[in-house]
T-cell receptor
Framework: NAGVTQTPKFRVLKTGQSMTLLCAQD?????MYWYRQDPGMGLRLIHY???????AKGEVPDGYNVSRLKKQNFLLGLESAAPSQTSVYFC??????????????FGPGTRLTVT | GENVEQHPSTLSVQEGDSAVIKCTYS??????FPWYKQELGKGPQLIID?????GEKKDQRIAVTLNKTAKHFSLHITETQPEDSAVYFC???????????FGKGTRLSVIA
């Protein structure tokens, strides 16, 4: 049982380049989330999904797109990377949503640098 | 929407002392309050949580208290150990399946 895995672990992009971050979970969770973590800013929600084929915007969605074509995978795309998107990105999954009290399981993170 | 404030941003304690981290939330409809611990280079991990129908919950050296009237909740770690050094995040959920809103985190350092 691998839990939540993220690919890649590190990436350096030039401004304007695009890339996709992959998140996979093997716990049959319905909910999946993408966060970014910046110094002093905590965890900010980018996009989330409440089930296969669904996506919703979080607190900081601009400049990112997501897709949930399969229940176990949640992809985060950057179409035209900007230096402001330099961050550590975490994926998480949970069986149910927030107030239901379902634990979120986090991946190990992807450190992205945009030059 | 919900707003979660967390204090202090950094906390240093001597090994064996207690540590307290406090959070306030803005939406009185919030009813679930988890705490996550993030060790260096890793993703956050749930350590304890509490629901709005409970005032206090304990798990060994860790406890969480909730004051619904004042809209604040706190994490208490007793007999701190060096392995407690990490970043701690509080969070709150508004209702239903709305995602959690996290505080900005507290970096706890336990000095041996």
């Amino acid at each position: 049982n691998a839990g939540v895995t993220q690919t890649p672990k590190f990436r350096v992009l030039k401004t304007g380049q695009s890339m996709t971050l992959l998140c996979a979970q093997d716990m049959n969770h319905e909910y999946m989330y993408w966060y970014r973590q910046d110094p002093g800013m905590g965890l900010r929600l980018i996009h989330y999904s409440v089930g296969e084929g669904t996506t919703a915007k979080g607190e900081v969605p601009d400049g990112y797109n997501v897709s949930r074509l399969k229940k176990q995978n949640f992809l985060l795309g950057l179409e035209s990377a900007a230096p402001s998107q330099t961050s550590v990105y975490f994926c998480a999954s949970s069986y149910t949503g927030g107030a239901s009290g379902s634990e979120q399981y986090f991946g190990p993170g992807t450190r992205l640098t945009v030059t | 929407g919900e707003n979660v404030e967390q204090h202090p941003s950094t906390l240093s304690v001597q090994e064996g002392d207690s540590a307290v981290i406090k959070c306030t939330y803005s939406d009185s409809a919030s009813n679930y309050f988890p705490w996550y611990k993030q060790e260096l280079g890793k993703g956050p991990q749930l350590i304890i949580d509490i629901r709005s129908n409970v005032g206090e919950k304990k798990d060994q050296r860790i406890a969480v208290t909730l004051n619904k009237t004042a809209k604040h909740f706190s994490l208490h770690i007793t007999e701190t150990q060096p392995e407690d050094s990490a970043v701690y995040f509080c969070a709150a959920s508004i209702s239903g399946n709305t995602p959690l809103v996290f505080g900005k985190g507290t970096r706890l350092s336990v000095i041996a």
